[in-house]
Every structure is written in C-alpha cells, then in structure tokens.
C-alpha cells in the first residue's frame, strides 16, 4: 500500500473514533491534537519527498494548517487551565491567521494550473460562494451585527470567521471548477477543505444557538487534516495541472446541480424563515443575495451564447474552408459566387490540374498533397485584389472575379499558367504539372450552378484542345463541343445538384424467387436531357476522373440504403455494388472503402463487389487492391463473366467468390442447344471451384426454369423484377407477389 494511502485509512479512523471517547478530558485532548499535529507533520513530509515544481505554495499551505493546529493546542490548554474557553482568545488569532495562508498562496495558486483564463468556472465559484455567503448572513452575520450589546471584538471575531469560510469556499469551487485541477493531490486537497469549511459552517450557526458540542463536527475537521496530509503525500503533487486534452467548456451533471442548489438558496432561506419566524426576515441580506445570484445566472447563460456563438463561427469556418489548402471549398465559393451575382456580373475561372493523376500513382497522396498546397499558395499569390480562390476538390480550382474586364481574365490566365507551369519540389521530386482553364462570365445570369457549369464545359474544352491554353465560355460550344466534353460537365453539374441516385435489383434463388441479394444500379435524370443511360456517362466518367468521387457517393449510399434495410428486417443477405477499372487502380481506394464501411457501420462481410474481367486483366495495382478488399470480408463477384479477355486466368489471379453469367448465353439458352451447352459448362465450371453462380438478364419464366433444371440456383432479371428504389417497400413486395 503506498504511503498516502495508508496514511489516509490511519488517520480517518482515528478521527471516526474521536466521538467514542470522554468529552473534554486530558487524554481525549491529547489524541486530537495528536492527529492534527500528525497530519502536519506528513504534509511537510509528503513536501520534502515529493519535491513539487510549485514548492512555496505547499510550504504556505503547510503553515496555514500547522496554525489551525496551533489554534486547537492553544483553545485545549486555555480550556484546561482557565477551567472554561474565553471569546475571543489568542486560539482565534491563530485561526483567523491560518485563512490568509490557506487562501492566496495556497489553495489560489495551488489551484491554478498552465491552463487559459474560465470566466465560466469564475462565475460559477462566485455562485457556489454567493450561496455560502448568504447562508452565513441570516444565520451567523446579520444577528451578529444586530447584537449590540455585544462587545465589538467578539462581534468582529465571529463574523470574520464566516467572511474567511466564504472567501475559501469561492478558492475551492474555483479548484474545482478547472477541469486539470481533477488530479488526486488536488482532489484531496479540495476534500479536505470542503470538509473544513462544512465543520465551520455547523460550527459557527450551532455555536450561536448554543448547540455546538462537538462530536462528530469535530471529526469532520480531523478528516480535513488527514486528507491535507494525504494530498502532500501523493505522487500527483509534483507537477503542475495541466489542461492539455481536456475540454475547457465541458460541464458536468453534479456541477450543475451544485449550481442549481445555490441559486436556490435565496427563496429557500425566505421560505425557511417565513415558516419559523416571519416577523424577523433577513429582507436585505436575502434580497441582495437573490439580486447577485440572478445577475451571476445571466453572466454565466451570456457566456454559453458567446461561448455557442464562437463554436458557430468555427464550425461555419470550417464547413467553408478545405481542409488540405486552407481555401475556400466548394460551398464557401459558391456562396460568394451567390453573392456576387446579386451584385453584379461575376468571372469564374475553373482550373483541373493536368498530370495530376501520374504524380498521384508514382509518389503517393502524401506528395500529391504537398503539390496542391505549393499549388494553392501560387494561386492565392497570382490573385488580384478583390478576387478569390478556392479548391473545389480534388485537383480543381476556381478563382472568382467580382469585376473584371475580358482582357484582364485572359492576362490573370496566362499568368496562373506560367505560375503553375514552374517546377515544383516535393517529396524530394521536381513535378511539372500544367492545368486546362475555362472561363465563364455571368451576364443576365443569377444561378451560380449554371455559372459553374459554363466555366466547367470551358475547362473540359480547354482539356481536349491540349490544356496549355484557357478558353471562353460560348453559347456554340454547348452544340460544337464534343458530347463528352458536355456529358462530363453535366454530370458534375448533376452531382452537385443531386440529380443522381440508386435503384436496386433483386437477385433471387431459384426455383422459389425469394430474393438473396441486390445490386445497386446509378441512375441519372438530367433536366433537359431526361434519362441519361449509365452506358453513357459512366465511361465519360472513368476519362475524366469523376468515377472516383461518384463510386465513392455509389459505395457509401447503398450502405446507407442497406443499413436501413437492416433497422427495417427486411435486409437481403448482401448487396452489390459494381466498382470500375478506374477506381481499382486509384492509390488509396480500399482505404477509403475501409472508410466508408466504418463512417456508415457497414459489415464487409454483406458487401459484394462487382468487377469487369477487363478491369483486372492487366494485373498490377488492380489485381492487389481486389486481394485487399478480399481481406476486408467483401465478397468479389465477376460481372458479365465470358465476354473479357481470359476468363480462366482471371479466376486463378483474383479470389472471386461469385461468377454473374453474361446475359448473352442466358437469353437464348431455351431455343439454342450451343447456348444451353455453355450454360451448363459454367455451372459445371462454378460447382466445381466452389463458387456461386449467377445467371443474369432472365426476362421470361421458360428461362428461370430451363437455367434452375441445368443447376442455376441465383439468378436475375427483369423476369423477377425491375431496378427500383426500394424494392423492399410493401407495394415494391406486393407488386412482385
């Protein structure tokens, strides 16, 4: 046991026996004493052996208690040889000169820690000491001053011990008020006066009635003591408190009842004292009391508003800014660009980094990151007064020009080119990255998406002509410009402005139909264009590098889509969701996939991931990263299996646990013996390596029942139902019944 342990246990059950013995006797005197002087005697002990950092205030504290002791040796010897106790005495001078020593330099400045300035914990040991104080007024000061017959020594002597007990009680709820001050040395010291201050707070209301004998409010002021000496004697004193990784606004539960208790205090003290005595109410000291305690309350809920106004302010800084680069972010620019357009006639420029890509998959994110903020400071330098920068994610940035003629847009283009053309070292590399500008102005404009969209057909027109030059915005461009460069910038337009979502399609066991998983299916409805098909825009989205950020939005919904599905009962076994080539070669992606399966409590183990053997028949990064999600506890499946390049080999390279069947030897497999011939040599095939096969594309019945008699036992297709939204909704169910 160690030493202030055992000090603590020794010296509280010598003071929980003191109301055993004789009241007023020799020996009784003597062993109360005895534990006092102790208890000083360990704390100088605990001083010298623990040698704390902020010596001078223990050593204050130390003497501050070895005069409460003194004062207790003294009244014992005047009792003993005076035959009764003379008020005041010279016990009391010692009493009342301990406080100064206990307050300022110790508890004070013991208390006081590394950490910032709390005005809320300032306010709140006010409340907690208001409260004390106005307890100690109608029952010990206000009668006392009303006592004129009282000598004024003895009236100044009784109310300056409740004036010290207020100041010390404001000293301890401030220690414990400051989150770092929550250390055991601490604890013990605050216990301990607590216990003080609460033999003082009965001592002195019983002593004005008479009623004081001792007892157990004695004991009390011995446990003070022995946790005095048990806080010297703990390691904890050494150091300093320190508020480093505790929250500075955080407020407790039994703080708050504290606090709550005192404000309370003045119509409780009106009520008590309207029920015992009503024609003697405390009026002034009960009122002034209520006003301070009020005006405190309001200090304190004016300092949560500025305190919520502040975090507002931060967060709103946040949601703003990018992280990586420190400038605006997507939202932050298209609010600016919201507010200049209701000013005037805007320019955005839109800048896509070329190359990118190539520094990303040779050195890593870590280096690619590095680029992009030398990238950022270059631009943030290049700027004009009044213009502003910002990331819009990935390596795109937009500049915005609240006024700006045509020929100083081209001038600031040409020089944001030259800036970025220069040769930039990171990561111990010299990089060359160039970057494809389009512009766009915003006359008789007023919606800032299309705005973006403008100076995004721009950029990609820019990007197909070379990118070592910017272009304009012109209406020709939206009929000359190639479909794809326009698909791409309506599609990043149609990301932003939640044009896009999923449908699901059941795959079913056979014979049965009960559905055993889904596959997650993008959908996109343009405004004007209608239906997009995915066999459209998902290959302008692998060129361009938008499939990142889509299959990231794809991955991360359908486990949103089946985390509720799982609240609902009505989650299939897995659900699929299809991943590109692009994305299996992305530095990086089964880290982000790990990401999302954790942001959204996602089990891997009920996620399927379906590839292209032409996704993976180059091997290299593709191949690894199929092997890592494997690891996961995802499940591959091999999409359109027997049309890639070679399929066997794909099986031998890539752990596949499910095979989908191309449509194309499904749809003919009840009119063709070839079809029905290669149909069953896959089944064989899956059967035989211990996978799963599914038959895709099954749009009558005669084909479910000639695909489960050749072994078929998953199956999908318009036959048993349509990609829907839910398909597990009751109508979706009740349809499909």
């Known amino acids: 046991m160690q030493l202030w342990a055992g000090w603590l246990m020794l010296a509280a059950v010598a003071a929980l026996c003191f109301p055993l013995l004789p009241d007023d006797t020799l020996p009784t005197k003597i062993y109360v004493n005895t534990v006092g002087t102790t208890s000083v005697l360990m704390m100088v002990v605990g001083i010298l052996r623990n040698r704390p950092e902020h010596r001078g205030p223990w050593l204050m504290f130390a003497a501050g208690m070895a005069m409460l002791v003194s004062g207790d040796i003294t009244y014992d010897v005047t009792e003993l040889r005076l035959g009764e106790y003379p008020y005041p005495s010279w016990a009391d001078l ?30 709140d040991a006010a409340v907690i000491s208001t409260g004390i104080g106005l307890i100690y007024w109608v029952f010990v000061v206000g009668p006392t001053l009303a006592e004129s017959s009282t000598p004024a020594l003895e009236r100044m002597v009784t109310i300056g011990y409740p004036m010290c007990d207020v100041m010390l009680t404001a000293a301890v709820a401030r220690m414990f008020t400051r989150p770092e001050n929550r250390t055991p040395s601490l604890r013990l010291l605050g216990i301990g006066t607590i216990l003080m201050l609460t033999g003082d707070l009965f001592y002195t209301t019983m002593s004005t009635t008479a009623e004081y004998t001792g007892g157990f409010v004695d004991s009390g002021f011995l446990l003070a003591y022995a946790c005095w000496g048990a806080a010297a004697l703990h390691p904890s004193m050494r150091q300093r408190p320190t508020a480093a990784g505790i929250d500075p606004y955080g407020i407790g539960g039994r703080r708050l009842a504290v606090l709550a208790a005192c404000s309370l205090l003045a119509p409780g003290l009106l009520f008590l004292q309207g029920v015992k005595d009503p024609g003697n109410i405390a009026w002034g000291g009960i009122g002034v009391g209520a006003v301070t305690l009020f005006l405190l309350v309001i200090a304190r809920n004016w300092g949560f508003v500025k305190q919520v106004q502040r975090q ?22 298209e609010r600016s660009l919201s507010t200049a357009l209701a000013a005037g006639s805007p320019h955005v420029l839109l800048l896509d980094l070329n190359g990118f890509k190539s520094v990303n998959d040779r050195f890593g994110h870590a280096v690619g990151d590095d680029l992009l903020v030398v990238i950022a400071h270059r631009l943030s330098d290049a700027m004009p007064d009044g213009a502003m920068v910002a990331r819009m994610g990935g390596d795109e940035f937009a500049v915005l020009l609240p006024g700006c003629a045509t020929q100083s847009c081209d001038e600031l283009a040409e020089r944001l080119h030259t800036v970025i053309r220069l040769p930039i070292h990171v990561g111990g590399q010299d990089l060359l990255v160039g970057a494809s500008i389009g512009i766009a102005d915003a006359d008789f404009l007023i919606d800032p998406v299309e705005v973006l969209r403008r100076a995004d057909l721009a950029m990609y027109a820019a990007k197909a002509a070379g990118g070592r030059h910017h272009r304009w915005y012109v209406l020709e461009l939206d009929t000359q410009a190639g479909e794809e460069a326009r698909l791409g910038a309506d599609l990043r337009v149609g990301m932003d402005a939640g044009q896009l979502h999923l449908v699901y399609q059941p795959i079913v066991e056979l014979p049965g139909g009960a559905p055993q998983a889904v596959e997650s299916l993008i959908r996109w409805q343009h405004p004007e264009r209608g239906f997009v098909s995915p066999v459209e825009f998902i290959p302008v989205a692998e060129r361009n590098g938008l499939i990142i950020e889509l299959g990231m939005w794809i991955l991360r919904t359908a486990c949103e889509q089946y985390r509720t599905w799982q609240a609902r009962g009505v989650a299939p076994e897995h659900i699929g969701v299809n991943v590109s080539a692009r994305q299996l070669a992305e530095p990086g992606f089964v880290d982000a996939v790990a990401a999302v399966l954790a942001e959204t409590g996602m089990d891997p183990h009920h996620l399927v991931v379906e590839i292209t053997e032409t996704a993976v028949f180059g091997g290299g990064v593709a191949v690894r990263a199929v092997h890592e999600l494997n690891a996961l506890g995802i499940a591959i499946a091999l999409d359109d299996f027997g049309t890639g390049h070679s399929s066997l080999g794909i099986l031998q390279a890539v752990p596949v646990k499910i095979l989908k069947v191309d449509k194309s030897f499904v749809e003919n497999v009840t009119v063709s013996d070839r079809h029905a011939v290669i149909a069953a040599s896959l089944i064989q095939l899956t059967g035989g390596l211990g996978l799963i096969a ?18 078929y036992r998953r199956a999908q297709g318009y036959h048993f139902g349509r990609p829907v939204v839910d398909p597990f909704a009751p109508a979706a169910l009740s349809s499909a019944a």
Do not use: W
């Open 94 to 123: 010692l009493y009342l000169c301990a406080y100064p020593f206990l307050l300022v330099p110790g508890m004070i400045r013991l208390s006081r820690g590394n950490g910032d300035r709390d005005r809320g914990g300032l306010i």
């Open 312 to 333: 507002a302010g931060k967060l709103e800084d946040l949601a703003m800014h990018d992280e990586l680069t420190g400038l605006s972010n997507r939202r932050g620019f």
């Open 694 to 711: 599914v038959a895709e594309g099954v749009e009558t019945p005669e084909q479910a029942a000639e695909l489960y008699r050749l072994g």
